[in-house]
């Protein structure tokens, strides 16, 4: 049962396919860090050809 006064947050992803229902509340930051840092140094290395 809901609580009148909480407000209903969407979820970041959700995500239905067939009978698979996948759905994060909230992206973890440290996940968004190590994408980042793995983009970065992947351009860096195509960008310089080594």
Do not use: C, V, Y
Not at 27 to 43: D, K, V
């Amino acid at each position: 049962m809901k609580d009148a006064q909480s407000p209903t947050r969407r979820p970041f992803l959700d995500f239905r396919l067939g009978g698979i229902h996948l759905k994060i509340e909230r992206f973890p930051w440290w996940l968004t860090l190590l994408i980042t840092n793995a983009a970065s140094a992947l351009g860096g290395n195509m960008w310089l050809g080594q």
